[in-house]
Each structure stands twice: as C-alpha cells, then as structure tokens.
C-alpha cells in the first residue's frame, strides 16, 4: 500500500477542520470541526502503524483508540456546556459568548 493516498488524505482533513474550527460562529460546528480533526490524527496513527514497523505492535492503533475515547468524552462534554449555553443565552454563536462575568454596561 502506498502511505502517500493516506497522508493526503488526513492533511485535508486535518485542514478542512481547522478551518472549521476558525470560521465557523456555531457552536455544534466548532465541534463537529474538532471531530474531523481527531479523525484525521487517527487516519495518520493507523496508516504510520501500518507502515513503519516498530517495537511496539499495534501501537497505532491502540493510540487511535485512545483518541477515539478521547473525542467521546469531548463530545459530552461540549455537547453539555452548548445545552447550558443555550439555555442561557437562547443562541450558540461563539461570537456572542461573553468571556467575563461583567455585566454589559460596564467597562
């Protein structure tokens, strides 16, 4: 199998998530963004542990499933603090998240 298909792959999907991550004003798709990337990161360990040989067997493959777990435990997570976002401010825009707990007519 040639690496090279794989590779590229995972490149544009690792780039179409961060641009996801940077462009995007909603909150589910901010998410959905970092998901692709961890897609991406877990094409490059399975296809890097299929073509390098190393000591330890397997060894990208049991870090894709590490990161799978990873991006369950995120999706609840941020699914939870979107819910809670939403309940508060009736919207998901990460653009009108307030950072500070200040209230809006102070400077």
């Known amino acids: 199998m040639r690496p090279v298909i794989p590779y590229v792959t995972a490149a ?30 877990n094409l490059i360990l399975v296809t890097a542990d299929t073509t390098v040989r190393a000591q330890l067997p397997h060894g990208g493959q049991v870090f894709a499933l590490f990161v799978i ?11 939870a603090i979107v ?9 998901v825009a990460v653009d009108e998240v307030p950072l500070t707990d200040r209230p809006e007519g102070e400077r």
């Open 12 to 41: 544009l999907l690792f780039g179409l998530g961060v641009y996801g991550v940077l462009r995007r004003r909603n909150a589910v798709l901010v998410l959905m963004a970092v998901e692709l990337m961890l897609n991406a990161v």
């Open 69 to 79: 777990v990873l991006a369950a435990a995120e999706i609840g997570v941020g699914l």
């Open 83 to 91: 819910l809670q976002l939403y309940r508060l401010r009736a919207t």
